[in-house]
């Protein structure tokens, strides 16, 4: 099961923005953030793809899903203009985010690339 994250959980697990102007990750493990809204077909397309690899990936990296019709406020604070659009977290470095629907193997390549992170 992927966590869905509010403003509050956000600044537990990932990110206090308020507190830091600067990219300071806080999680435990890399983490990817999907950013969708229910109505997005492309959205729902990702959705059991992300629940998949959740399971392949389970203790290695964190899935979250924030949904832009209700976090508008943690959907500003990224830019989000289109969905899908998913945030990539390594453990060092700046966070890359992607616009728009990915199949499995792009997932798993920037997991391996971006977050260092293998099956």
Not at 53 to 64: A, D, F, M, S
Request: glycine letters at 6%.
């Amino acid at each position: 099961m992927l966590e869905h994250l509010t403003m509050e959980t956000f600044k537990e697990k990932v990110f206090n923005y308020e507190e830091n102007k600067d990219w300071k990750f806080v999680g435990d493990k890399p983490c990817v953030i999907d950013f969708y809204a229910d109505w997005c077909a492309p959205c729902k397309m990702v959705a059991p793809i992300l629940e998949e690899l959740g399971t392949e990936y389970t203790g290695k990296l964190n899935i979250y899903k924030v949904d832009t019709e209700d976090q508008q406020e943690l959907a500003s604070i990224f830019g989000i203009r289109s969905i899908p659009s998913i945030l990539f977290i390594p453990m060092e470095g700046q966070p890359q985010m992607s616009a728009g629907a990915m199949p499995k193997e792009s997932f798993v390549k920037a997991f391996d690339e971006i977050l260092g992170v293998k099956k």
